[in-house]
């Protein structure tokens, strides 16, 4: 049976996707509960899968990894034995931050992140295109970072 979400549950859920490090008393105080049953349902949050993990979120600058690269692969072959290789390899490079397969011109975006134009050189010449299958690669520089969100909307929970 699906577990069915209301109005408390979307709450905790956006307040913790703001600060997963809220004691729970703070939080229960904020969506108008007692601890205890707070905490059950953040529990059952977990649980049930809606909550994947609590993670610290990092400024790349300070850590000196300034420079992000977004780039584009398109493989030889999108035959499922290289696209799952493919995958395997890149999900072990710590600079990989995203990866995602697509449609239309080509087969997977990454969001690479590096110190700067030396090792994102490196990372090219002794990685990426070190894996056979590759056919085309495609990298763009941002320039500036406009928008950055890892909190996902939750209107859409309750409207049925």
């Not at 002794?126 to 495609?138: N, S, W």
């Amino acid at each position: 049976m699906a577990y069915i979400l209301d109005a408390i549950d979307k709450k905790i859920l956006e307040i913790l996707q703001q600060d997963a490090t809220i004691p729970n008393i703070e939080l229960a105080e904020k969506v108008c509960l007692s601890p205890f049953p707070c905490s059950r349902r953040v529990k059952n949050l977990h649980e049930q899968g809606f909550i994947k993990r609590a993670v610290t979120l990092l400024e790349p600058e300070m850590v000196g990894l300034p420079v992000s690269v977004f780039i584009q692969v398109t493989l030889n072959h999108q035959v499922k034995k290289e696209l799952q290789d493919f995958e395997s390899v890149i999900g072990q490079w710590p600079e990989v931050m995203e990866c995602y397969l697509m449609t239309g011109d080509f087969d997977y975006l990454l969001r690479v992140v590096v110190p700067n134009l030396q090792a994102y050189q490196e990372f090219l010449d002794k990685k990426l295109t070190e894996l056979p299958g590759i056919d085309h690669i495609k990298s763009s520089f941002s320039l500036k970072q406009v928008r950055y969100r890892t909190e996902l909307p939750l209107d859409q929970l309750l409207e049925k």
